[in-house]
């Protein structure tokens, strides 16, 4: 599990314990359909968003031309935290890339551990400082790496993301092509090549649709390839 995530199951479990002291979580469970939005740009933000299954997508832009991914967070990964901290509307948008279960902690719950818990306030720094990292990396990746090192180390991030899902017993990872390609900045079309090139190299293997890592060392040598 990566670190990002270690922290992130840190903070729920402070969460659950401090309020109810059960292992089961007191908070709501919200559930959303493939293309539901969680919350939208300019909503107020009510509380923020644990991820218990599936796929979410931040982004800006509303139509598919000018789309531009932020991020895809998985399972055990919170959402809409930074705008609920500096209490402004939400600048981007979150939807369901699949079948979602999210765990609502509302808004008081959340400030409250905060202004009551060093420990907690502390991982939330981490997180933040975490998340500032990963968008750094990415505006790295998009600027200095070829498209097939930017391509192995999404594939990387993404499949170790998929690891220990709740729901399937593997890792294959399971999100839209057009979208893979929109984080790396390329075409569908070009995403569909070099895919083609990594199967025909025994790298990956594409099953229905999804994708199997292969040889993740030989993919870890490409992504940092250029680095």
């Not at 991820?51 to 991020?71: H, M, S």
């Not at 279960?101 to 306030?121: A, G």
């Not at 569908?188 to 229905?208: A, D, M, V």
Request: glycine share 6%; charged share 25%; hydrophobic share 35%.
């Amino acid at each position: 599990m990566s670190k990002k995530r270690n922290i992130s199951n840190k903070l729920f479990a402070e969460l659950c314990n401090h309020f109810t002291n059960e292992i089961n979580s007191p908070f709501e469970i919200r559930t959303f359909k493939k293309g539901g939005f969680i919350y939208r740009k300019g909503n107020q933000p009510k509380g923020v968003y644990f991820i218990k299954y599936g796929w979410v997508k931040i982004f800006r832009g509303g139509n598919e031309g000018d789309e531009v991914i932020l991020r895809m967070l998985g399972h055990n990964e919170f959402i809409g935290y930074v705008s609920l901290l500096k209490d402004t509307p939400y600048p981007d948008n979150a939807q369901a890339l699949e079948y979602c279960e999210l765990y609502f902690i509302p808004r008081n719950v959340f400030l409250t551990l905060i202004h009551e818990n060093n420990d907690f306030t502390r991982s939330i720094i981490q997180m933040l400082c975490n998340e500032i990292w990963s968008s750094e990396k990415q505006i790295v990746n998009l600027h200095s790496k070829k498209i097939d090192s930017r391509l192995a180390t999404l594939l990387l991030d993404l499949e170790q993301a998929s690891e220990n899902s709740p729901v399937h017993d593997d890792s294959l990872i399971r999100l839209p092509k057009k979208d893979l390609a929109k984080m790396i900045n390329i075409s569908p079309e070009t995403l569909s090549r070099y895919l083609t090139r990594f199967q025909e190299s025994g790298l990956i293997k594409s099953i229905n649709g999804m994708i199997e890592l292969l040889r993740k060392d030989k993919l870890f040598k490409i992504s940092n390839m250029n680095d």
